[in-house]
Protein backbone atom coordinates (compact mmCIF):
# COMPACT_ATOMS: atom_id res chain seq x y z
CA UNK A 1 0.00 0.00 0.00
CA UNK A 2 1.16 3.52 -0.47
CA UNK A 3 1.26 5.71 2.24
CA UNK A 4 0.06 9.16 2.77
CA UNK A 5 2.51 10.73 1.45
CA UNK A 6 2.97 8.53 -2.19
CA UNK A 7 -1.00 8.82 -2.46
CA UNK A 8 -0.83 13.05 -2.61
CA UNK A 9 1.83 12.70 -5.12
CA UNK A 10 0.12 10.65 -7.27
CA UNK A 11 -3.32 12.48 -6.66
CA UNK A 12 -1.44 15.77 -7.69
CA UNK A 13 -0.03 14.35 -10.69
CA UNK A 14 -3.01 13.25 -12.05
CA UNK A 15 -4.62 16.20 -11.31
CA UNK A 16 -2.14 18.20 -12.94
CA UNK A 17 -2.56 15.40 -16.05
CA UNK A 18 -5.98 16.36 -15.80
CA UNK A 19 -5.70 20.16 -15.87
CA UNK A 20 -3.23 19.67 -19.06
CA UNK A 21 -5.36 17.97 -20.90
CA UNK A 22 -8.48 20.50 -20.17
CA UNK A 23 -6.34 22.82 -21.16
CA UNK A 24 -6.34 21.67 -24.61
CA UNK A 25 -9.46 19.85 -25.35
CA UNK A 26 -11.63 22.56 -23.31
CA UNK A 27 -12.29 24.53 -26.66
CA UNK A 28 -12.84 21.66 -28.63
CA UNK A 29 -15.53 19.93 -26.44
CA UNK A 30 -17.10 23.50 -26.23
CA UNK A 31 -17.14 23.94 -30.43
CA UNK A 32 -18.65 20.30 -30.09
CA UNK A 33 -20.97 21.70 -28.10
CA UNK A 34 -22.08 24.46 -29.76
CA UNK A 35 -22.34 23.48 -33.38
CA UNK A 36 -24.57 20.35 -31.43
CA UNK A 37 -26.92 22.75 -30.21
CA UNK A 38 -27.15 24.80 -33.18
CA UNK A 39 -27.51 21.13 -35.21
CA UNK A 40 -30.87 20.65 -32.81
CA UNK A 41 -32.02 24.21 -33.61
CA UNK A 42 -31.92 23.86 -37.16
CA UNK A 43 -35.33 24.27 -38.44
CA UNK A 44 -36.09 20.91 -40.86
CA UNK A 45 -39.20 21.66 -43.57
CA UNK A 46 -41.48 18.52 -43.14
CA UNK A 47 -44.87 19.27 -45.23
CA UNK A 48 -44.45 22.85 -46.26
CA UNK A 49 -43.66 23.29 -42.12
CA UNK A 50 -40.34 24.05 -40.10
CA UNK A 51 -39.52 21.75 -37.68
CA UNK A 52 -38.00 22.95 -34.49
CA UNK A 53 -36.62 21.80 -31.35
CA UNK A 54 -36.12 24.51 -28.51
CA UNK A 55 -33.58 24.72 -25.76
CA UNK A 56 -35.72 22.15 -23.84
CA UNK A 57 -35.72 19.50 -26.61
CA UNK A 58 -39.17 20.61 -27.28
CA UNK A 59 -40.47 19.73 -31.09
CA UNK A 60 -42.44 22.36 -32.88
CA UNK A 61 -43.74 23.24 -36.04
CA UNK A 62 -43.69 27.01 -37.67
CA UNK A 63 -44.78 28.02 -41.68
CA UNK A 64 -41.54 27.15 -43.60
CA UNK A 65 -40.38 29.71 -45.82
CA UNK A 66 -40.59 27.26 -48.89
CA UNK A 67 -39.31 23.71 -49.95
CA UNK A 68 -35.58 22.85 -49.33
CA UNK A 69 -33.86 23.80 -52.55
CA UNK A 70 -32.50 19.60 -52.96
CA UNK A 71 -36.83 18.85 -53.62
CA UNK A 72 -36.76 21.51 -56.05
CA UNK A 73 -33.68 20.28 -57.69
CA UNK A 74 -34.81 16.54 -57.70
CA UNK A 75 -38.46 17.65 -58.85
CA UNK A 76 -36.30 19.32 -61.98
CA UNK A 77 -34.85 16.13 -62.55
CA UNK A 78 -37.72 14.64 -62.62
CA UNK A 79 -39.92 16.55 -64.75
CA UNK A 80 -37.38 18.86 -66.25
CA UNK A 81 -36.81 22.36 -65.02
CA UNK A 82 -39.12 24.31 -67.32
CA UNK A 83 -42.45 21.92 -65.56
CA UNK A 84 -41.09 23.03 -62.36
CA UNK A 85 -42.41 27.15 -60.92
CA UNK A 86 -41.78 28.34 -57.61
CA UNK A 87 -42.36 31.75 -58.89
CA UNK A 88 -45.57 33.93 -56.74
CA UNK A 89 -47.31 34.46 -59.56
CA UNK A 90 -48.05 30.59 -60.98
CA UNK A 91 -48.03 29.76 -56.80
CA UNK A 92 -51.03 32.17 -56.32
CA UNK A 93 -52.96 31.32 -59.28
CA UNK A 94 -52.83 27.71 -58.21
CA UNK A 95 -53.86 28.66 -54.78
CA UNK A 96 -57.57 29.61 -55.60
CA UNK A 97 -60.47 28.03 -57.43
CA UNK A 98 -64.07 29.58 -57.51
CA UNK A 99 -64.96 29.48 -53.59
CA UNK A 100 -65.22 32.37 -51.46
CA UNK A 101 -62.00 30.39 -49.81
CA UNK A 102 -58.68 33.13 -49.42
CA UNK A 103 -55.86 32.26 -51.74
CA UNK A 104 -53.47 29.73 -50.08
CA UNK A 105 -50.45 28.68 -52.45
CA UNK A 106 -48.10 25.96 -52.38
CA UNK A 107 -44.25 26.29 -52.00
CA UNK A 108 -44.16 25.25 -55.90
CA UNK A 109 -46.04 24.35 -58.84
CA UNK A 110 -44.95 21.61 -61.44
CA UNK A 111 -46.71 20.60 -64.52
CA UNK A 112 -45.53 16.56 -64.99
CA UNK A 113 -46.49 15.19 -68.76
CA UNK A 114 -47.02 11.40 -68.33
CA UNK A 115 -48.10 8.75 -65.00
CA UNK A 116 -44.26 7.99 -64.79
CA UNK A 117 -43.47 11.15 -64.20
CA UNK A 118 -46.06 12.02 -61.25
CA UNK A 119 -44.59 8.79 -59.91
CA UNK A 120 -41.43 9.99 -59.43
CA UNK A 121 -42.39 13.63 -58.57
CA UNK A 122 -44.50 11.62 -55.46
CA UNK A 123 -42.70 9.47 -54.34
CA UNK A 124 -40.36 12.57 -53.61
CA UNK A 125 -42.53 14.36 -51.87
CA UNK A 126 -43.39 11.13 -49.63
CA UNK A 127 -39.80 10.74 -48.75
CA UNK A 128 -39.43 14.72 -47.44
CA UNK A 129 -43.15 15.00 -45.88
CA UNK A 130 -43.90 17.21 -48.44
CA UNK A 131 -47.70 17.88 -49.21
CA UNK A 132 -49.43 17.09 -52.37
CA UNK A 133 -52.28 18.96 -54.16
CA UNK A 134 -53.43 17.76 -57.53
CA UNK A 135 -54.90 20.94 -59.89
CA UNK A 136 -57.41 20.75 -63.06
CA UNK A 137 -58.99 23.01 -64.47
CA UNK A 138 -59.62 25.13 -60.89
CA UNK A 139 -63.69 25.03 -61.37
CA UNK A 140 -64.17 23.67 -57.72
CA UNK A 141 -66.59 25.58 -55.53
CA UNK A 142 -65.30 24.29 -52.13
CA UNK A 143 -61.56 25.24 -52.18
CA UNK A 144 -60.55 21.91 -53.19
CA UNK A 145 -57.00 22.90 -54.44
CA UNK A 146 -56.04 25.43 -51.59
CA UNK A 147 -52.15 24.64 -50.33
CA UNK A 148 -53.48 24.99 -46.98
CA UNK A 149 -50.00 23.16 -45.53
CA UNK A 150 -47.74 24.77 -48.57
CA UNK A 151 -46.50 21.80 -50.98
CA UNK A 152 -46.35 20.83 -54.37
CA UNK A 153 -49.10 21.38 -56.38
CA UNK A 154 -49.26 18.69 -59.21
CA UNK A 155 -50.66 20.98 -62.32
CA UNK A 156 -52.23 18.03 -64.89
CA UNK A 157 -53.10 19.66 -67.43
CA UNK A 158 -50.29 18.83 -69.80
CA UNK A 159 -51.96 15.08 -69.25
CA UNK A 160 -54.31 15.82 -72.27
CA UNK A 161 -54.60 12.27 -74.27
CA UNK A 162 -57.59 10.49 -75.16
CA UNK A 163 -56.10 7.34 -74.56
CA UNK A 164 -58.47 4.46 -76.10
CA UNK A 165 -62.37 5.27 -77.54
CA UNK A 166 -64.60 2.08 -77.90
CA UNK A 167 -68.20 2.95 -79.41
CA UNK A 168 -68.59 -0.33 -79.66
CA UNK A 169 -68.61 -1.09 -76.26
CA UNK A 170 -69.98 2.76 -74.82
CA UNK A 171 -66.50 3.84 -73.10
CA UNK A 172 -63.46 6.08 -73.41
CA UNK A 173 -60.12 6.47 -71.80
CA UNK A 174 -58.65 10.19 -70.77
CA UNK A 175 -55.88 11.75 -69.45
CA UNK A 176 -56.36 14.30 -66.51
CA UNK A 177 -56.07 17.34 -68.99
CA UNK A 178 -58.92 16.37 -70.85
CA UNK A 179 -62.36 18.23 -70.15
CA UNK A 180 -65.67 17.60 -70.66
CA UNK A 181 -66.05 20.27 -73.58
CA UNK A 182 -63.32 18.98 -75.17
CA UNK A 183 -64.25 14.98 -75.04
CA UNK A 184 -67.27 15.75 -76.46
CA UNK A 185 -66.02 17.99 -78.97
CA UNK A 186 -63.98 14.72 -80.10
CA UNK A 187 -66.79 12.21 -79.80
CA UNK A 188 -68.71 14.67 -82.69
CA UNK A 189 -69.78 12.19 -85.42
CA UNK A 190 -68.61 9.45 -83.47
CA UNK A 191 -72.14 8.53 -82.67
CA UNK A 192 -71.69 8.61 -78.81
CA UNK A 193 -71.48 11.53 -76.18
CA UNK A 194 -70.76 12.21 -72.32
CA UNK A 195 -73.64 13.54 -70.67
CA UNK A 196 -72.41 14.35 -67.18
CA UNK A 197 -72.42 18.01 -68.06
CA UNK A 198 -71.68 20.17 -64.41
CA UNK A 199 -71.64 23.19 -66.43
CA UNK A 200 -67.73 24.33 -66.05
CA UNK A 201 -66.05 22.90 -68.68
CA UNK A 202 -64.15 20.58 -65.64
CA UNK A 203 -61.25 18.42 -66.52
CA UNK A 204 -62.75 15.05 -66.18
CA UNK A 205 -60.30 13.26 -63.96
CA UNK A 206 -61.25 16.40 -61.59
CA UNK A 207 -64.73 15.56 -61.72
CA UNK A 208 -64.13 12.13 -61.10
CA UNK A 209 -62.32 13.77 -57.66
CA UNK A 210 -65.31 15.88 -56.38
CA UNK A 211 -67.80 13.14 -57.94
CA UNK A 212 -69.41 15.71 -59.78
CA UNK A 213 -72.93 15.76 -61.54
CA UNK A 214 -75.18 18.59 -63.12
CA UNK A 215 -77.73 18.83 -65.68
CA UNK A 216 -78.10 15.96 -66.54
CA UNK A 217 -77.65 13.53 -63.54
CA UNK A 218 -81.60 13.00 -63.89
CA UNK A 219 -81.45 10.63 -66.50
CA UNK A 220 -77.80 9.61 -67.11
CA UNK A 221 -76.58 9.64 -63.31
CA UNK A 222 -73.68 11.38 -61.67
CA UNK A 223 -69.74 10.42 -62.30
CA UNK A 224 -70.09 7.83 -59.45
CA UNK A 225 -72.28 6.24 -62.13
CA UNK A 226 -70.32 6.79 -65.30
CA UNK A 227 -66.80 5.75 -64.00
CA UNK A 228 -65.74 2.55 -64.79
CA UNK A 229 -62.32 2.28 -63.62
CA UNK A 230 -59.34 4.75 -62.57
CA UNK A 231 -55.47 5.22 -62.93
CA UNK A 232 -54.56 6.13 -59.39
CA UNK A 233 -51.59 7.37 -58.37
CA UNK A 234 -50.63 6.78 -54.50
CA UNK A 235 -49.08 8.97 -51.65
CA UNK A 236 -46.08 6.66 -52.12
CA UNK A 237 -45.57 6.98 -56.17
CA UNK A 238 -47.24 3.45 -56.16
CA UNK A 239 -49.48 3.56 -59.55
CA UNK A 240 -52.90 1.49 -58.41
CA UNK A 241 -55.78 0.56 -61.00
CA UNK A 242 -59.29 0.43 -58.94
CA UNK A 243 -60.65 -1.85 -61.26
CA UNK A 244 -57.29 -3.78 -62.95
CA UNK A 245 -55.18 -2.77 -65.35
CA UNK A 246 -57.03 -2.08 -68.87
CA UNK A 247 -60.59 -3.37 -67.26
CA UNK A 248 -63.47 -1.90 -68.82
CA UNK A 249 -66.03 -3.69 -68.15
CA UNK A 250 -70.29 -2.60 -67.47
CA UNK A 251 -70.34 -4.68 -63.78
CA UNK A 252 -68.24 -6.70 -61.87
CA UNK A 253 -68.91 -8.10 -58.60
CA UNK A 254 -64.71 -9.11 -58.16
CA UNK A 255 -63.64 -7.74 -54.38
CA UNK A 256 -64.09 -4.04 -52.85
CA UNK A 257 -65.31 -1.08 -55.06
CA UNK A 258 -62.16 0.82 -55.23
CA UNK A 259 -63.50 3.04 -58.09
CA UNK A 260 -65.91 4.33 -56.08
CA UNK A 261 -63.56 4.74 -52.91
CA UNK A 262 -61.66 6.97 -54.86
CA UNK A 263 -64.52 8.85 -56.81
CA UNK A 264 -65.27 11.85 -54.36
CA UNK A 265 -61.93 11.38 -52.42
CA UNK A 266 -61.14 15.42 -53.56
CA UNK A 267 -57.46 14.25 -54.15
CA UNK A 268 -56.97 13.18 -50.25
CA UNK A 269 -56.14 9.29 -51.08
CA UNK A 270 -54.17 9.46 -54.42
CA UNK A 271 -53.43 11.52 -57.74
CA UNK A 272 -56.47 10.39 -60.50
CA UNK A 273 -53.84 10.17 -64.05
CA UNK A 274 -56.52 8.14 -65.94
CA UNK A 275 -60.35 7.75 -66.16
CA UNK A 276 -62.22 5.41 -68.47
CA UNK A 277 -65.86 6.52 -68.76
CA UNK A 278 -69.43 5.35 -69.88
CA UNK A 279 -70.24 6.46 -73.21
CA UNK A 280 -74.08 6.72 -74.15
CA UNK A 281 -75.83 6.88 -77.55
CA UNK A 282 -76.53 10.17 -79.30
CA UNK A 283 -80.83 10.58 -78.96
CA UNK A 284 -82.56 10.36 -82.23
CA UNK A 285 -84.26 13.67 -80.64
CA UNK A 286 -83.71 16.10 -78.07
CA UNK A 287 -86.18 18.75 -77.30
CA UNK A 288 -85.65 21.65 -74.48
CA UNK A 289 -88.70 23.86 -72.75
CA UNK A 290 -89.14 26.70 -70.71
CA UNK A 291 -92.37 27.57 -68.42
CA UNK A 292 -92.70 29.57 -65.36
CA UNK A 293 -95.01 29.13 -62.09
CA UNK A 294 -96.39 31.77 -60.24
CA UNK A 295 -95.02 30.32 -56.73
CA UNK A 296 -91.20 28.47 -55.57
CA UNK A 297 -93.86 25.65 -54.49
CA UNK A 298 -96.09 25.23 -57.63
CA UNK A 299 -92.37 24.79 -59.74
CA UNK A 300 -91.56 22.17 -57.06
CA UNK A 301 -94.34 20.47 -56.98
CA UNK A 302 -94.11 20.20 -60.87
CA UNK A 303 -91.03 18.81 -60.37
CA UNK A 304 -92.10 15.88 -58.05
CA UNK A 305 -94.82 14.97 -60.32
CA UNK A 306 -93.38 14.96 -63.42
CA UNK A 307 -90.58 12.30 -61.67
CA UNK A 308 -93.62 10.18 -59.88
CA UNK A 309 -95.36 9.46 -63.16
CA UNK A 310 -92.28 8.22 -64.60
CA UNK A 311 -91.48 10.45 -67.16
CA UNK A 312 -87.63 9.66 -68.05
CA UNK A 313 -86.99 13.17 -68.66
CA UNK A 314 -83.91 14.39 -69.29
CA UNK A 315 -82.91 17.56 -67.43
CA UNK A 316 -85.55 19.52 -65.06
CA UNK A 317 -83.92 22.75 -63.77
CA UNK A 318 -85.65 25.12 -61.41
CA UNK A 319 -84.23 28.81 -61.56
CA UNK A 320 -86.19 31.39 -59.03
CA UNK A 321 -87.44 35.01 -59.77
CA UNK A 322 -84.56 36.49 -58.41
CA UNK A 323 -81.82 34.22 -61.32
CA UNK A 324 -84.25 34.82 -63.83
CA UNK A 325 -83.65 38.52 -63.07
CA UNK A 326 -79.85 38.05 -63.37
CA UNK A 327 -80.24 34.89 -66.25
CA UNK A 328 -82.34 37.66 -68.55
CA UNK A 329 -80.15 40.47 -68.03
CA UNK A 330 -76.57 38.53 -68.08
CA UNK A 331 -77.55 36.51 -71.35
CA UNK A 332 -79.99 39.58 -72.97
CA UNK A 333 -82.75 37.04 -72.89
CA UNK A 334 -86.59 38.13 -72.01
CA UNK A 335 -87.90 35.26 -69.74
CA UNK A 336 -90.48 35.98 -67.52
CA UNK A 337 -89.26 37.01 -63.97
CA UNK A 338 -90.70 34.56 -61.76
CA UNK A 339 -90.12 30.89 -60.12
CA UNK A 340 -89.23 28.61 -63.91
CA UNK A 341 -87.96 25.16 -64.71
CA UNK A 342 -86.38 24.04 -67.57
CA UNK A 343 -86.77 21.07 -69.59
CA UNK A 344 -85.27 18.36 -72.02
CA UNK A 345 -86.54 15.53 -73.01
CA UNK A 346 -84.15 13.19 -75.15
CA UNK A 347 -85.56 10.04 -77.14
CA UNK A 348 -87.00 8.57 -80.07
CA UNK A 349 -89.51 11.06 -82.07
CA UNK A 350 -92.39 9.92 -81.19
CA UNK A 351 -90.89 9.27 -77.83
CA UNK A 352 -90.42 12.80 -76.87
CA UNK A 353 -93.52 13.96 -78.11
CA UNK A 354 -95.20 11.16 -75.52
CA UNK A 355 -92.83 12.68 -73.14
CA UNK A 356 -94.11 16.22 -73.80
CA UNK A 357 -97.55 15.68 -73.92
CA UNK A 358 -97.39 14.19 -69.96
CA UNK A 359 -95.41 17.05 -69.26
CA UNK A 360 -97.69 19.76 -70.10
CA UNK A 361 -100.70 17.86 -68.70
CA UNK A 362 -98.53 18.13 -65.11
CA UNK A 363 -97.32 21.92 -65.90
CA UNK A 364 -101.10 22.90 -66.56
CA UNK A 365 -102.19 21.49 -63.29
CA UNK A 366 -99.72 23.00 -61.06
CA UNK A 367 -100.69 26.58 -62.88
CA UNK A 368 -97.67 26.25 -65.24
CA UNK A 369 -97.49 28.80 -68.54
CA UNK A 370 -97.50 27.56 -72.26
CA UNK A 371 -94.29 25.50 -72.78
CA UNK A 372 -91.33 28.48 -74.76
CA UNK A 373 -89.77 25.85 -77.37
CA UNK A 374 -86.34 25.52 -78.22
CA UNK A 375 -86.46 22.59 -80.84
CA UNK A 376 -83.29 22.97 -83.06
CA UNK A 377 -79.76 22.15 -81.66
CA UNK A 378 -78.38 26.32 -81.99
CA UNK A 379 -81.51 27.23 -79.98
CA UNK A 380 -80.98 24.19 -77.31
CA UNK A 381 -77.58 25.24 -77.02
CA UNK A 382 -78.31 28.71 -76.66
CA UNK A 383 -80.83 27.84 -73.43
CA UNK A 384 -78.53 25.81 -71.99
CA UNK A 385 -75.10 27.70 -72.45
CA UNK A 386 -77.24 30.43 -70.47
CA UNK A 387 -78.33 28.15 -67.69
CA UNK A 388 -74.70 27.08 -67.26
CA UNK A 389 -73.88 31.07 -66.57
CA UNK A 390 -76.00 31.35 -63.74
CA UNK A 391 -73.16 31.72 -61.34
CA UNK A 392 -71.66 34.58 -63.53
CA UNK A 393 -74.82 36.37 -64.07
CA UNK A 394 -75.66 36.24 -60.50
CA UNK A 395 -72.34 37.59 -59.75
CA UNK A 396 -72.80 40.70 -62.65
CA UNK A 397 -75.83 41.57 -60.64
CA UNK A 398 -73.62 42.60 -57.32
CA UNK A 399 -69.97 43.95 -58.90
CA UNK A 400 -67.76 44.26 -56.18
CA UNK A 401 -69.44 42.05 -54.14
CA UNK A 402 -68.05 38.40 -52.99
CA UNK A 403 -69.87 35.37 -54.27
CA UNK A 404 -70.65 32.19 -52.23
CA UNK A 405 -72.08 28.90 -53.67
CA UNK A 406 -73.75 25.97 -52.28
CA UNK A 407 -75.50 23.31 -52.21
CA UNK A 408 -77.37 20.43 -50.59
CA UNK A 409 -79.59 17.42 -51.39
CA UNK A 410 -82.85 16.13 -50.28
CA UNK A 411 -85.07 13.22 -51.38
CA UNK A 412 -87.51 14.99 -54.12
CA UNK A 413 -90.38 14.69 -51.69
CA UNK A 414 -89.09 17.07 -49.42
CA UNK A 415 -87.53 19.43 -52.07
CA UNK A 416 -90.98 21.69 -52.35
CA UNK A 417 -90.58 21.96 -48.46
CA UNK A 418 -87.11 22.99 -48.54
CA UNK A 419 -86.51 25.47 -51.12
CA UNK A 420 -89.78 27.42 -49.72
CA UNK A 421 -88.20 27.21 -46.18
CA UNK A 422 -84.88 28.38 -47.66
CA UNK A 423 -86.63 31.34 -49.59
CA UNK A 424 -87.93 32.75 -46.28
CA UNK A 425 -84.89 32.10 -44.42
CA UNK A 426 -82.89 34.11 -46.71
CA UNK A 427 -85.85 37.02 -46.02
CA UNK A 428 -85.19 36.56 -42.71
CA UNK A 429 -81.12 37.02 -42.64
CA UNK A 430 -81.73 40.02 -45.09
CA UNK A 431 -79.69 38.04 -47.45
CA UNK A 432 -80.06 38.38 -51.15
CA UNK A 433 -79.72 34.37 -52.51
CA UNK A 434 -80.68 33.60 -56.36
CA UNK A 435 -81.97 29.92 -56.24
CA UNK A 436 -80.93 27.22 -58.81
CA UNK A 437 -81.07 23.85 -58.69
CA UNK A 438 -80.51 19.97 -60.46
CA UNK A 439 -84.73 19.50 -59.20
CA UNK A 440 -84.95 16.35 -60.91
CA UNK A 441 -82.51 14.90 -58.34
CA UNK A 442 -83.27 16.85 -55.07
CA UNK A 443 -79.89 19.16 -55.60
CA UNK A 444 -80.19 22.73 -55.82
CA UNK A 445 -77.83 25.52 -55.50
CA UNK A 446 -78.13 28.85 -53.29
CA UNK A 447 -75.52 31.41 -54.81
CA UNK A 448 -75.04 34.47 -52.34
CA UNK A 449 -73.48 37.86 -51.99
CA UNK A 450 -71.90 40.14 -49.50
CA UNK A 451 -70.23 43.34 -49.12
CA UNK A 452 -66.37 42.00 -48.58
CA UNK A 453 -66.22 45.10 -45.88
CA UNK A 454 -69.51 43.76 -43.52
CA UNK A 455 -68.28 41.19 -41.25
CA UNK A 456 -71.80 41.25 -39.73
CA UNK A 457 -72.67 40.19 -43.63
CA UNK A 458 -70.01 37.59 -43.57
CA UNK A 459 -71.37 36.23 -40.47
CA UNK A 460 -74.71 36.26 -41.89
CA UNK A 461 -73.73 34.53 -44.71
CA UNK A 462 -71.87 31.25 -42.66
CA UNK A 463 -75.27 30.99 -40.60
CA UNK A 464 -77.88 30.87 -43.36
CA UNK A 465 -75.25 28.16 -44.84
CA UNK A 466 -74.80 26.27 -41.97
CA UNK A 467 -78.66 26.58 -41.01
CA UNK A 468 -79.46 25.49 -44.65
CA UNK A 469 -76.90 22.02 -44.61
CA UNK A 470 -78.37 20.89 -41.15
CA UNK A 471 -82.13 21.43 -42.57
CA UNK A 472 -81.46 19.26 -45.50
CA UNK A 473 -79.57 16.83 -43.20
CA UNK A 474 -82.93 16.75 -41.01
CA UNK A 475 -85.21 15.67 -43.91
CA UNK A 476 -82.39 12.86 -44.29
CA UNK A 477 -80.30 14.74 -47.37
CA UNK A 478 -76.92 15.54 -47.65
CA UNK A 479 -74.81 18.72 -46.98
CA UNK A 480 -73.52 18.80 -50.14
CA UNK A 481 -75.10 16.88 -53.48
CA UNK A 482 -71.91 18.12 -55.91
CA UNK A 483 -69.72 20.70 -54.89
CA UNK A 484 -67.75 18.50 -52.47
CA UNK A 485 -66.52 18.72 -48.79
CA UNK A 486 -63.50 20.85 -49.36
CA UNK A 487 -62.77 22.92 -46.74
CA UNK A 488 -65.85 24.46 -45.47
CA UNK A 489 -67.84 21.67 -44.82
CA UNK A 490 -66.13 19.44 -42.94
CA UNK A 491 -67.72 20.08 -39.27
CA UNK A 492 -71.15 19.32 -41.13
CA UNK A 493 -69.35 15.69 -42.77
CA UNK A 494 -69.00 14.84 -39.26
CA UNK A 495 -72.56 15.42 -38.54
CA UNK A 496 -73.84 13.58 -41.63
CA UNK A 497 -71.72 10.43 -41.20
CA UNK A 498 -71.55 10.18 -37.54
CA UNK A 499 -68.42 9.62 -35.69
CA UNK A 500 -68.40 5.64 -36.35
CA UNK A 501 -68.60 6.59 -39.95
CA UNK A 502 -65.91 9.33 -39.95
CA UNK A 503 -63.08 7.25 -37.92
CA UNK A 504 -63.62 4.98 -40.59
CA UNK A 505 -62.52 7.28 -43.09
CA UNK A 506 -59.71 8.72 -41.36
CA UNK A 507 -58.48 5.12 -41.17
CA UNK A 508 -58.75 4.69 -44.86
CA UNK A 509 -56.85 7.83 -44.97
CA UNK A 510 -54.00 6.84 -43.06
CA UNK A 511 -53.62 3.74 -44.54
CA UNK A 512 -53.25 4.70 -48.44
CA UNK A 513 -51.83 7.78 -47.10
CA UNK A 514 -49.68 7.50 -43.60
CA UNK A 515 -48.11 10.66 -43.94
CA UNK A 516 -50.96 12.98 -44.14
CA UNK A 517 -49.64 14.58 -47.81
CA UNK A 518 -52.64 14.17 -50.30
CA UNK A 519 -54.29 17.02 -50.27
CA UNK A 520 -54.51 17.75 -46.41
CA UNK A 521 -57.12 19.83 -44.25
CA UNK A 522 -59.60 18.46 -46.57
CA UNK A 523 -62.86 16.06 -46.30
CA UNK A 524 -61.43 14.37 -43.25
Same mark, same amino acid.
Given at each position: ??????????????????????????????????????? +? %??????????????? +??? +??????????????????????????????????????????????????????????????????????????? /???????????? %??????????? *?????????????????????????????????????? /??? #????????????????? =??????????????? %????????????????????????????????????????????? *??????????????????????????????? @????? @????? @??????????????????????????????????????????????????????????????? =???????????????? +?? %?? /????????????????? /????????????????????????????????????????????????? *????????????????????????????? *???????????????????? #???????????
Amino acid at each position: MLSAAAGEEVTALCSMALRRVLHWQLPALEYAATCWRKH +R %LQPQVQGGREIRTND +RGV +RHSAPARGLHRNIIEALQVAAGSENVSTTTAVREQHGKDESYQRCKPPDAVVWPQNVEQVSRMARICFENNVPII /PFGTSTGLEGGV %LAMKGGVCFDL *TKMDKIVELNTADFDVTVEPGVTRKGLNDYLRGSGVWF /PVD #PGADASLCGMAATSASG =TNAVRYGTMRENVIN %LEVVLADGRIMYTAGQQRRFRKTSAGYNLTNLFVGSEGTLGIITK *TTLRLYGIPEAMVSAVCSFPTVKAATDCTVQ @ILQCG @IPIAR @IEFLDDVMMDAFNKYSKLSYTVSSTLFLEFHGTEKGVEEQIEAAEEIVKMNSGSEFAWAKDQE =TRNKLWQARHSAWYAA +RA %LY /PGYEGYSTDVCVPISKL /PEIIVATKEDLVRSNLTGPIVGHVGDGNFHCLMFVNPESEDEGRRMKEF *TDRLARRALAMHGTCTGEHGIGVGKRHLL *TEEIGAVGMQVMREIKAALD #PKDIMNPGKVV
